[in-house]
């Protein structure tokens, strides 16, 4: 109808769209739900926090109170003094048990991981009868407390009229470093791709330049971390130690030994203080190296080192 009125303004005429790019409104969350929201991170840093506190905390005061001018360890503290490290330093006795083991984690390192990287290759790339047997009694002695073995040690070299040395001590920390080795060395070869090794045979490649080429290149964190864990079991092995050790000390025997005197705890502290930093310095060291050599520029060759590459 012609004379019909139009609609009133507003009613009938369409919104404009929204613009496609128009921010979306924002969601008001509330203050329970944000907390809830960052509990999982607060919580694992905690955790991370007191793992570390608990790992670490101990060496730490060790460290500190090395340089206290005081014998005991004790609050208040007394004064700075380098004096501790200097009576460590005067100790004959420090000196040659601290010498003693290193000649010997040296010596027992370089055999297990020779011996421990072949037993892993025979282990993980050959087929005969009784593999599994064999990988068992390996596992087995992982799991024998360390004064068992030293005792068992003991026993041994007695029957057969061996005189105890740092001969029978190197030999004992062989026994339970060697299947650390396997372990770690075997568990890099498991999740290393054959195919790899089947191409360069095909190619024309001997089996020493296989594994001098194509194997040692992709298990070198496994051997490297292999390295790390013999040496530090030997260093740090006490119980075998003494009981297989007759009158040559490694320095964690010549520490019990001294620590009957309580004046002696300072000098214990330096000489502990100085071991623990050079053994961290060796880690960064061997992680400095395998980055050079693989020539990356982040963290998994630190990872790789620690964990022996099974990841």
């Not at 009133?8 to 790019?21: E, F, M």
């Not at 700075?80 to 005067?90: G, I, M, N, S, V």
């Not at 502290?269 to 623990?276: C, D, E, F, L, Y």
């Given at each position: 109808?012609?004379?019909?009125?139009?609609?009133?303004?507003?009613?009938?005429?369409?919104?404009?769209?929204?613009?496609?790019?128009?921010?979306?409104?924002?969601?008001?969350?509330?203050?329970?739900?944000?907390?809830?929201?960052?509990?999982?991170?607060?919580?694992?840093?905690?955790?991370?926090?007191?793992?570390?506190?608990?790992?670490?905390?101990?060496?730490?005061?060790?460290?500190?109170?090395?340089?206290?001018?005081?014998?005991?360890?004790?609050?208040?503290?007394?004064?700075?003094?380098?004096?501790?490290?200097?009576?460590?330093?005067?100790?004959?006795?420090?000196?040659?048990?601290?010498?003693?083991?290193?000649?010997?984690a040296t010596v027992?390192?370089?055999?297990?991981?020779?011996?421990?990287?072949?037993?892993?290759?025979?282990?993980?790339?050959?087929?005969?009868?009784?593999?599994?047997?064999?990988?068992?009694?390996?596992?087995?002695?992982?799991?024998?407390?360390?004064?068992?073995?030293?005792?068992?040690?003991?026993?041994?070299?007695?029957?057969?009229?061996?005189?105890?040395?740092?001969?029978?001590?190197?030999?004992?920390?062989?026994?339970?470093?060697?299947?650390?080795?396997?372990?770690?060395v075997s568990a890099?070869?498991?999740?290393?791709?054959?195919?790899?090794?089947?191409?360069?045979?095909?190619?024309?490649?001997?089996?020493?330049?296989?594994?001098?080429?194509?194997?040692?290149?992709?298990?070198?964190?496994?051997?490297?971390?292999?390295?790390?864990?013999?040496?530090?079991?030997?260093?740090?092995?006490?119980?075998?130690?003494?009981?297989?050790?007759g009158f040559e000390?490694?320095?964690?025997?010549?520490?019990?030994?001294?620590?009957?005197?309580?004046?002696?705890?300072?000098?214990?502290?330096?000489?502990?203080?100085?071991?623990?930093?050079?053994?961290?310095?060796?880690?960064?060291?061997?992680?400095?190296?395998?980055?050079?050599?693989?020539?990356?520029?982040?963290?998994?060759?630190?990872?790789?080192?620690?964990?022996?590459?099974?990841?």
């Amino acid at each position: 109808m012609a004379g019909a009125a139009a609609p009133p303004a507003g009613l009938g005429a369409r919104r404009p769209a929204a613009a496609a790019d128009d921010p979306p409104p924002p969601v008001h969350r509330s203050l329970g739900h944000r907390i809830r929201g960052r509990l999982p991170g607060l919580a694992g840093g905690l955790l991370v926090a007191f793992v570390m506190l608990v790992l670490f905390g101990p060496v730490l005061m060790l460290a500190l109170f090395s340089f206290n001018d005081s014998s005991i360890i004790s609050l208040p503290w007394e004064g700075f003094t380098t004096k501790w490290y200097e009576e460590a330093w005067a100790n004959g006795q420090a000196r040659d048990a601290v010498a003693n083991s290193l000649i010997v984690a040296t010596v027992v390192m370089v055999l297990s991981v020779v011996l421990g990287t072949m037993a892993a290759w025979g282990l993980t790339r050959l087929r005969f009868r009784g593999r599994g047997m064999v990988a068992g009694l390996n596992g087995a002695v992982l799991v024998v407390p360390w004064l068992i073995i030293g005792v068992a040690g003991l026993i041994f070299f007695s029957q057969l009229q061996v005189q105890l040395s740092l001969t029978t001590i190197t030999l004992m920390h062989l026994v339970v470093t060697f299947p650390l080795v396997v372990a770690i060395v075997s568990a890099g070869l498991v999740r290393f791709q054959r195919s790899l090794e089947e191409a360069a045979i095909d190619l024309g490649a001997t089996q020493l330049q296989m594994l001098r080429y194509v194997v040692l290149p992709q298990i070198g964190p496994s051997i490297a971390a292999a390295s790390i864990f013999a040496f530090a079991w030997s260093f740090n092995n006490f119980e075998i130690s003494f009981f297989t050790g007759g009158f040559e000390q490694t320095f964690p025997v010549w520490v019990f030994s001294i620590l009957r005197q309580s004046e002696n705890l300072p000098v214990v502290n330096a000489v502990s203080t100085v071991i623990a930093a050079a053994q961290i310095l060796a880690v960064f060291a061997g992680w400095a190296l395998m980055k050079r050599l693989s020539k990356s520029d982040d963290d998994e060759s630190l990872t790789g080192l620690l964990t022996g590459g099974t990841r």
